[in-house]
């Protein structure tokens, strides 16, 4: 991928924010699980991908690694997405803070920091998911990551279907 090309007038990083909250029918350890148990998390995270590479160390200080192609519906089509997660702090059933970083090919695109509430509700779990981040040259922007994110928030929602 050609490395893009800096000027004063265009700015380096763009920073955003996204807030997503959804409600599931089950409770909040039931969620927290989707998020901790590796078989649960690629089932959900990686719908509709197909992982070349998939890792999970889900505990405080630990990391995940994910590789993926880019379908043909994008700008890259068949270029390697990768998603490197370090958990910065859990706390089991109620809340997730992790730092993670998306590259194409070489070039990293964003850095972020995700946080993942879990609130008891009278019909099972509010789920309020927070994103700071910064997108650099070439980055898909908060827009599209916030769509990203609220699709994989619904493919969780399938995972409390059975």
Known sequence: MPQPVLTPAAPSVTHSTFTIERSYPVSPARVFAAFADPAKKRSWYGAG?????????????????SQSRLGEDTPIPGAVLSNTITYQDIVPDRRIVMAYTMAIGDHRISASLATVELLPSEK?????FTEQSAFFE???????RKDGWSRLLACLANEFEN
């Open 138 to 144: 070439g980055a898909d922007g908060a827009a599209i």
């Open 49 to 65: 991908r197909d992982f070349e590479h998939f890792s999970m160390d889900f505990r405080v200080g630990g990391c995940d690694h």
């Open 124 to 128: 099972g779990t509010d789920l309020i």
